[in-house]
Every structure is written in C-alpha cells, then in structure tokens.
C-alpha cells in the first residue's frame, strides 16, 4: 500500500530569510539553488542545497515574526561548534557527559544540534 505522503523538503522561517541562507550556507556547505528561470525576487523564500547534491533541499522562507517558542523540529548536524560559533552561532546548551551533543542557535534563534564527526 502506498504512503499518502512522502518527504520532499525541509523549511526554516527566517525574519531575515536572505541573510540566514547565507548563513546556512556558509556553515553547511549549501549553494543557493538557482532554477531554470533564474536568481528568484528577493521577497520570495530562498532555496539552499548542498554544493555536492547530498542532503535535503531546504527553503529558507520570509516570515514577518521573529521566533519565539522552541523548535518542535529542527536539525541535527555532524559540524565544527566552534568554527560554527565564530560564524555567529549562539550555544544553547554544551554537551554533557549523557547528551553528547551541543544545542546551537542560529543568528535568527533557530535551535539545532551539533554532534561531533563519527560521534554518536
């Protein structure tokens, strides 16, 4: 039997949706996704992808709120918590001896974990 859905991208709401999918970008590895039709308007969300086509398109979409609940979704990452500390990431929470993952922030407050490369 089929499924009556299948998954097909991932979207983050953004107040300065231009500015964070740089930011994704630059902490991910992403490229902004350019379609047949050209760069989209500036008002419209934005498409991130990975640069070697791995990982899941996501849309980084203009919201005109700021966040202010947690994340009920949200990513997890193998990654560098430092360098993405010094591209303007805020820690949430550090790691602890039975959560060996840190809780980031991105710079518009969107939480996501970090895990330590072939960690758990």
Not at 12 to 27: F, G, M, P
Not at 36 to 52: F, N, Q, T
Request: proline share 9%.
């Amino acid at each position: 039997m089929d499924s009556p859905a299948r998954f097909k991208d991932l979207c983050l709401d953004a107040r300065d949706h231009q500015a964070l999918a740089d930011w994704w970008c630059r902490a991910m590895g992403y490229r902004r996704h350019v379609g047949a039709s050209g760069p989209r308007p500036d008002g419209d969300p934005v498409p991130i992808v990975a640069v070697d086509g791995a990982g899941p398109l996501v849309w980084v979409n203009p919201v005109p709120e700021g966040k202010v609940v947690k994340n009920r979704l949200h990513f997890d990452v193998d990654g560098d918590v430092q360098a993405l500390l010094a591209l303007g990431a805020t820690i949430v929470r550090a790691r602890e001896v039975d959560r060996p993952w840190d809780v980031l922030a991105d710079p518009e407050g969107n939480e996501f974990c970090v895990f330590s490369p072939g960690g758990a």
